[in-house]
């Protein structure tokens, strides 16, 4: 499955709102009624680190400002009003299907 | 709280073979598939291949030939093995627990393959 991510890159200010597209070449909703769908943030010289599972579930410690939606294969992640720790790269990954695919990546500057 | 430590080589020479492991400290070893997944600039964030603690694996078809995955349940480990590097394989490989999705990583191994 091939994830694709829009825009690639984005500057925001501190303060407003951002939104990230993730679209993938197949559904991600399963027949469990589960969406396979999550999104991560990457910091330099870290791993990614979960934010969003099954679509729109914040894992916990995960500040509200951030939420996911969508359905089937269009998802956004937005950032309600952005702040200057939330810079880094933002993945989508799809595990519907073996093998689990990222899409590109959006790198976001404050 | 759950933490996974990797180990292994960080320089090597074409043809040779990269051996990594990864120690799962905390929660249960027992539910998941642990996997490992490598980040390079030209490809991105790239899955190889999981096990769980039965020993059944999953592999990303574009490197089944070379990969090998094993675990040591005795001491909560999983190891990889990739054969033949080459150039291509240079990135920084990192061990990651499965459920859903990836909801715990390593530290991260930058393996560079040079002559």
């Known amino acids: 499955i091939v994830m694709t991510q829009t825009p690639l890159s984005l500057s925001v200010t501190p303060g407003q709102p951002a939104s990230i597209s993730c679209k993938s070449s197949q559904s991600l909703f399963h027949t469990d009624k589960k969406t396979y769908l999550y999104w991560y943030l990457q910091k330099p010289g870290q791993p990614p680190q979960l934010l969003i ?54 790198k976001v500057d404050i | ?9 960080g320089l090597l020479k074409p043809s040779e073979t990269l051996s990594h492991t990864c120690a799962v400290y905390g929660g249960s070893f027992s539910i998941y598939y642990w996997s490992w997944i490598r980040q390079s600039p030209g490809k991105g964030l790239e899955w190889i291949g999981e096990i769980n603690r039965s020993g059944s694996t999953n592999y990303n078809p574009s490197l089944r030939s070379r990969v090998t995955l094993s675990v040591d349940t005795s001491n909560n480990q999983f190891s ?28 991260g191994i930058l393996v560079t393959v040079s002559s």
Not at chain 2, 1 to 9: E, F, N, P, T, Y
Not at chain 2, 80 to 107: E, H, M, P
């Open chain 2, 80 to 107: 990889l093995k990739l054969t033949s590097v080459t150039a291509a394989d240079t990135a920084v490989y990192y061990c990651a627990r499965r459920y859903g999705g990836f909801d715990n990583w390593g530290q």
């Open chain 2, 1 to 9: 709280q759950v933490q996974l430590q990797q180990w292994g080589a």
């Open chain 1, 53 to 106: 599972y099954e679509a729109f579930n914040r894992l916990s410690g995960v500040p509200d400002r951030f939420s996911g939606r969508g359905s089937g294969t269009d998802f956004t992640l937005t950032i309600s009003r952005v702040e200057a720790e939330d810079f880094g790269v933002y993945y989508c990954l799809q595990s519907i299907q073996l093998p689990p695919t990222f899409g590109q990546g959006t």
